[in-house]
């Protein structure tokens, strides 16, 4: 009878904590921006047009923000990737291997991120990320303007 008391109690503790925790695990868990996405060409538009093969947009989670990669294969089959860690304070982080030095995130609502890319210290570039109600396709809308060429996209990717 001890063995079984000595069994059960851990068990009951252990239940009770999930019990108790489990409302703040789900409340932090679930961004629905978090996951693959590769870009669907067909339904994407890009001003001035680029020319390469695809694009996988990677996102995940940190501390209130975002580790992203963006791979990005040219028509040739070369493989190039932007990197940013930012998070949702409106403040600037770096990023690599882009025409921008630094990016920066506020979240607007839920389904809703605005990105900001500075060039010297100068905002040059808005991107507003809104993901679809049943959360399977995100659509990035950028429009910017460096060295006084204007450019601007409408990606939309779909959730791997």
């Keep these: 009878m001890n063995s079984l008391r000595t069994l059960v109690?851990?068990?009951?503790?252990?239940?009770?904590?999930?019990?108790?925790?489990?409302?703040?695990?789900?409340?932090?868990?679930?961004?629905?921006?978090?996951?693959?996405?590769?870009?669907?060409?067909?339904?994407?538009d890009f001003n001035p047009p680029l020319a390469f093969f695809s694009r996988t947009l990677i996102i995940e989670g940190v501390d209130n923000g975002w580790k992203c990669v963006i791979r990005t294969v040219s028509d040739r089959r070369q493989t190039f990737e932007s990197t940013y860690?930012?998070?949702?304070?409106?403040?600037?982080?770096p990023i690599d291997v882009s025409n921008l030095d630094t990016v920066a995130l506020r979240r607007v609502d839920p389904k809703t991120v605005e990105r900001t890319g500075k060039v010297k210290n100068e905002v040059v570039e808005t991107a507003m990320m809104k993901l679809s109600a049943d959360g399977k396709v995100l659509t990035i809308t950028t429009k910017g303007s460096i060295n006084g060429e204007d450019y601007g996209s409408t990606e939309v990717f779909n959730r791997q």
């Design 9 to 44: 109690f851990p068990l009951t503790v252990s239940t009770l904590w999930l019990m108790l925790s489990a409302p703040s695990l789900v409340a932090q868990s679930k961004d629905g921006f978090v996951g693959t996405w590769l870009l669907s060409r067909g339904k994407s």
């Design 85 to 93: 860690t930012a998070r949702f304070d409106g403040k600037d982080s």
